[in-house]
C-alpha cells in the first residue's frame, strides 16, 4: 500500500464539499495492482466505513454523510473507485470486473490496517459491496445498500419482468464500442446531467453538483473507465449465486426509482441473513442526495455505536 496526503488540485474541492470541522484529506493508495484517489476522514484508531459510489458520480456522492459519520464516531474512507475522476483507469474491459473492484475495495480496507469495515454501497457501489460480502465475507463488518440490487434478485427480475427489463435498456446501448462515449460526451455531457437531474427530484443537483461532475467525467480516460463496468458485467458476469449474506444488512431503497423496481429491495434482502428493509416514499434513486439526514441517521442506527464497534474489532 501506498498513501500520500492530499495534492493542492483536490485541496479546494474538499474544502468546499466537506465541513470545515471535519479533518478530511485525500490520499492515493495503490490496491490489487491500480492507484485509487480516496478521501479520508476521522480518527484514524475510530471504526471504518467504506462509502462506495455509483454511476456516474465519483467520492463527491458521499459528501453529505462524510460529516455526520465522522462526527458519529467513525473514521470514513470514499474511494473513486477505479476507471473514475482521479483514480488509474486501467485498459480493457476485463480488469472491470465485479470480483475485481470488489478485490479493491478489500484491499482499501487493509491500507488502514484493519481486518474488516462497515461498508456502504449506492448504485454500481452497492453491487461491489455485494459482491465483496459474498466473496470476502470477513472483511464486511456491517452492509448497507442503497438502491442496488442483489445481482441474483436482478437477475432473476430481468428474465420474469418486463418492467425491469425495459427499465435497463440502456445497458444493453453501453455494449457497443466508442459510440456511448461520443453520446455521453456530446453537448458537454448532456445525457449523463439528464441521467441526474432528469431522473431526481427538482433542485437535488445543483449547477455547481454538475460542474464537479462534468469536470470529473471529462478526465482522460475517464468515460471509458466508468462504461467499462457495464461492458464488463455483460462480457463477464457473475455467476449467480443463492448462498445468504452473513453480515447484517439494511437495504435503504427510494421508491421512485426509474431504473430499478422497488420489489428488488425485498427480493435482494431474502439473501441476507439478517436484514432490515427501508424504502423511501416519493425518493428517487439519488437517495444520498435526496434524503441525506434520513441516510445518516438509518446508517448510525444500523452501525451501532462506535465503541461497540472497536469492541469487535
Not at 457495464?230 to 426509482?257: F, I, M
Request: with cysteine; glycine share 6%; net charge neutral.
Amino acid at each position: 500500500m501506498s498513501s500520500t496526503p492530499r495534492a493542492s488540485a483536490t485541496a479546494d474541492a474538499l474544502e468546499a464539499a466537506v465541513p470545515r470541522s471535519v479533518d478530511a484529506t485525500a490520499t492515493r493508495r495503490t490496491v490489487d495492482g491500480v492507484e485509487l484517489h480516496v478521501v479520508a476522514a476521522g480518527d484514524d484508531s475510530a471504526p471504518l466505513v467504506v462509502l462506495l459510489h455509483g454511476f456516474p458520480e465519483f467520492w463527491y456522492g458521499w459528501r453529505t454523510q462524510i460529516g455526520p459519520l465522522v462526527e458519529a464516531g467513525y473514521r470514513v474512507l470514499v474511494p473513486d473507485q477505479r476507471g473514475y475522476n482521479l483514480s488509474e483507469k486501467p485498459a480493457g474491459v476485463r480488469p472491470y470486473r465485479t470480483r475485481e473492484l470488489s478485490r479493491d475495495v478489500a484491499a482499501l480496507i487493509a491500507t488502514e490496517g484493519r481486518d474488516r469495515a462497515h461498508v456502504v454501497g449506492h448504485d454500481w457501489g452497492g453491487l461491489v459491496a455485494w459482491d465483496l460480502a459474498r466473496r470476502h465475507p470477513a472483511v464486511v463488518d456491517r452492509l448497507a445498500i442503497i438502491n442496488a440490487p442483489h445481482p441474483t434478485a436482478y437477475r432473476r427480475q430481468l428474465l420474469a419482468n418486463p418492467e425491469q427489463l425495459r427499465r435497463s435498456w440502456y445497458a444493453a446501448g453501453f455494449q457497443l464500442p466508442w459510440l456511448p462515449e461520443r453520446i455521453c460526451r456530446y453537448d458537454d455531457y448532456r445525457l449523463l446531467e439528464r441521467a441526474l437531474r432528469g431522473t431526481a427530484a427538482p433542485g437535488t443537483f445543483s449547477d455547481d453538483d454538475l460542474a464537479r461532475y462534468r469536470r470529473a467525467w471529462d478526465r482522460a480516460g475517464a468515460l471509458t473507465g466508468m462504461l467499462n463496468w457495464y461492458r464488463a458485467a455483460a462480457r463477464y458476469p457473475p455467476r449467480p449465486s443463492t448462498e445468504r449474506v452473513d453480515a447484517p444488512t439494511l437495504v435503504v431503497w427510494g421508491a421512485d426509482d426509474v431504473a430499478l423496481v422497488s420489489s428488488l429491495a425485498v427480493d435482494s434482502a431474502q439473501f441476507c441473513r439478517d436484514s432490515r428493509v427501508e424504502v423511501l416514499p416519493e425518493t428517487s434513486h439519488w437517495v444520498p442526495h435526496e434524503k441525506p439526514a434520513r441516510l445518516a441517521t438509518l446508517l448510525r442506527e444500523h452501525f451501532g455505536s462506535p465503541d461497540a464497534g472497536r469492541a469487535r474489532g
